[in-house]
């Protein structure tokens, strides 16, 4: 049996991990925007844009901050567009 302790305690669990997952991914639809910005689109750019939103998001609520932090320092090295 589950105490009512545990259920919450899981449950804020699943709610960060789906917190981190969409934060990850809206980084990660971000990170596959730059090359539109850059040039004209790729007949399956979205089918990429999805999929590394998908594996940003997924790396981002397995490994966490950490993962965030890292790709947020990729995309600040990068030169404004201008």
Do not use: H
Request: proline letters at 6%; aromatic letters at 10%.
């Amino acid at each position: 049996m589950t105490t009512p302790d545990g259920d919450i305690t899981s449950r804020s669990m699943l709610v960060g991990l789906a917190y981190r997952f969409f934060w990850g991914a809206i980084v990660g639809l971000g990170f596959s925007l730059i090359p539109l910005a850059i040039s004209m689109p790729m007949a399956n750019f979205w089918a990429i844009a999805a999929a590394l939103a998908v594996v940003c998001g997924t790396l981002s609520a397995l490994i966490g901050k950490q993962f965030l932090s890292a790709l947020m320092n990729v995309l600040e090295s990068f030169p404004p567009i201008a």
